[in-house]
């Protein structure tokens, strides 16, 4: 266990330095002055020697990323261009909204999702596995952006059911919660297909085990044997996807707090690469990309002490 605890942190630690470096080299490859940007273009030029001179613009960019990749070592993740606030206050600042959208989205994509897979395996080949087949297929392939939009002209524009713009009130609960349902319901939407495909697939497999045979022989009840025995196991395969699901939710969530208006991580990188930001843009794909390494780490070794088979090939 603990040799594979060393090799997966050695590659999550890979991971995340392949994600810095890709978004550095395409920062670097966008069109424009950095500069001229970030001081505008009334700037002298010995204001903006020096400017290049603290960012270390005027070194070669092998030498800008091993600057920045060590000072993130240590937890110094850079200052903003334009408020010369501390890079990390303004990642972790906006870190809980998009954790609270991605937590609601995958929570009520489980709710809704294992109940419907096992619905499709208890009947397999039914009319009834056969619609809640087409549903979860219908459901992944629909992009989230086009479930954010609909959402918000019918529920937020036509019906006026629900708010739209930001994340509520804070201090009010019921009103976060409010602003919570369509984004969430965007962003989880495609998750209830994937989990419901991957439950009716894990059931179908654990039902023809011996040891679930045994229990219909035994003449234990439907529930008992389908609630207690088979789904136990089934479920297992699902936490590693979760924890996946929920990685890629972390960043995935970008285009819901675009269109809601939410305020979030991925709200935070669109916005700082519009404006070419880097220092704000490294830093928040680092600890984005960090977090979908603990979420995936932990998902595997949650599967790893639930399943003894899986914890003994280890």
Known sequence: ???????????????????????F?????????PVSIALGTRATPEIQAQYAEKMHLNDPLIVQFLIFAGQALTGDLGRDVFSNRAVSVMVFEQLPYTVILALSSITWAILVGIPLGCLSAIRPNSWLDRILGLISVGTIAIPSFLVSIWALLLFAITLRWLPVIGAGEIGDPLDQATHLILPSFAVGL?????????????????????????????????????????LKVA??????????????????TVFAEIIFARPGIGKLIFDMVMSRNFPVVQGAVMVTAAMYVITTLVADLMVAWLDPRVRESL
């Not at 266990?1 to 630690?13: N, Q, S």
């Not at 995340?16 to 978004?23: E, I, S």
């Not at 479920?235 to 995935?252: A, D, E, N, W």
């Open 25 to 33: 080299c395409l920062l670097h490859l966008m069109p424009g002055d």
């Open 1 to 23: 266990m603990l040799a594979y605890l060393i090799k997966r942190l050695l590659l999550g630690f890979v991971i995340v330095f392949a994600a810095l470096l890709t978004v």
């Open 190 to 230: 495609g998750w209830v297909g994937y989990i419901a495909r991957l439950v009716r697939a894990s059931m179908l497999e654990v039902m023809n085990e011996n040891y679930v045979r045994a229990a219909w022989a035994f003449g234990l009840k439907s529930n008992t044997v389908i609630y207690r025995y088979a």
């Open 235 to 252: 479920v297992l395969p699902t936490i590693t996807m979760i924890g996946i699901g929920f990685g890629h939710l972390l960043s995935g």
